[in-house]
């Protein structure tokens, strides 16, 4: 079969606009023609190919390795001391979410203890005891000092587990680099 060349392909087609999509081979009219909807009547068989059956892919599997580990951040032991120093307990949300709602809960029941001692002992002394309210304060110093205590040991365990777990992948990056370069990959037949 012989080419034509392209601007007498060009023109026997009509005029082609410059960035038109120009079909390329002939058109079938007929499969223009199928109408699903049709009925069986006027019905014709689609113009797509038979599916065909799956067939498994040969040769032995490819394992790449340990699956990598996504970057865990490490977390600032200095940050953890200012967000708990201007922020006590809340602060802690940034080093250890369970640890800080350990200690709102600790927070929390202690102020009501606190309400209610300061309460019975202003019931008791006829209101005396009312100058008390001004002393609870106090009370949640040592709540303030545990949480920054906590909050910078617990930053500090997260970088301790954040560097063993990429000493732990390493090592097993290690292990199969060696076990790839000693049974000479999957791809060697020896043919």
């Given at each position: 079969?012989q080419?034509?060349?392209?601007?007498a392909?060009?023109?026997?087609?009509g005029?082609?606009i410059?960035?038109?999509?120009?079909?390329?081979?002939?058109v079938?009219?007929?499969a223009?023609?199928?109408?699903?909807l049709a009925g069986?009547?006027?019905?014709?068989?689609?113009p797509y190919?038979?599916?065909?059956?799956?067939?498994?892919?040969?040769?032995p599997?490819?394992?790449?390795g340990?699956?990598?580990?996504?970057p865990?951040?490490?977390?600032?032991?200095?940050?953890?001391?200012?967000?708990?120093?201007?922020?006590?307990p809340?602060?802690?949300?940034?080093?250890?979410?369970?640890?800080?709602?350990?200690?709102l809960?600790?927070t929390?029941?202690?102020?009501?203890?606190a309400?209610?001692?300061?309460?019975?002992?202003?019931?008791?002394?006829?209101?005396f005891?009312?100058?008390l309210v001004?002393?609870?304060?106090?009370?949640g110093i040592?709540?303030?000092?545990t949480?920054?205590?906590?909050?910078?040991?617990?930053a500090?365990?997260?970088?301790?587990?954040?560097r063993?777990?990429?000493a732990?992948?390493?090592?097993?990056?290690?292990?199969?680099?060696a076990?790839?370069?000693?049974?000479?990959?999957?791809g060697?037949?020896?043919?």
């Amino acid at each position: 079969m012989q080419q034509m060349p392209q601007d007498a392909h060009d023109r026997a087609r009509g005029a082609v606009i410059p960035g038109e999509l120009v079909p390329t081979g002939e058109v079938d009219p007929g499969a223009r023609s199928y109408d699903p909807l049709a009925g069986a009547a006027g019905a014709q068989q689609p113009p797509y190919a038979p599916l065909q059956p799956y067939v498994a892919p040969s040769g032995p599997p490819r394992y790449s390795g340990p699956m990598p580990v996504p970057p865990l951040p490490e977390k600032s032991v200095g940050v953890a001391f200012v967000l708990t120093f201007f922020f006590g307990p809340f602060g802690m949300f940034y080093s250890t979410v369970a640890g800080a709602l350990i200690l709102l809960g600790i927070t929390l029941v202690i102020s009501l203890l606190a309400g209610v001692v300061v309460g019975l002992i202003t019931l008791v002394t006829f209101g005396f005891g009312a100058f008390l309210v001004i002393l609870a304060p106090l009370v949640g110093i040592p709540i303030w000092i545990t949480s920054m205590i906590w909050g910078c040991v617990a930053a500090s365990h997260h970088n301790d587990r954040v560097r063993a777990d990429y000493a732990q992948h390493g090592a097993a990056h290690a292990q199969y680099g060696a076990q790839q370069s000693a049974a000479g990959g999957y791809g060697s037949t020896g043919c």
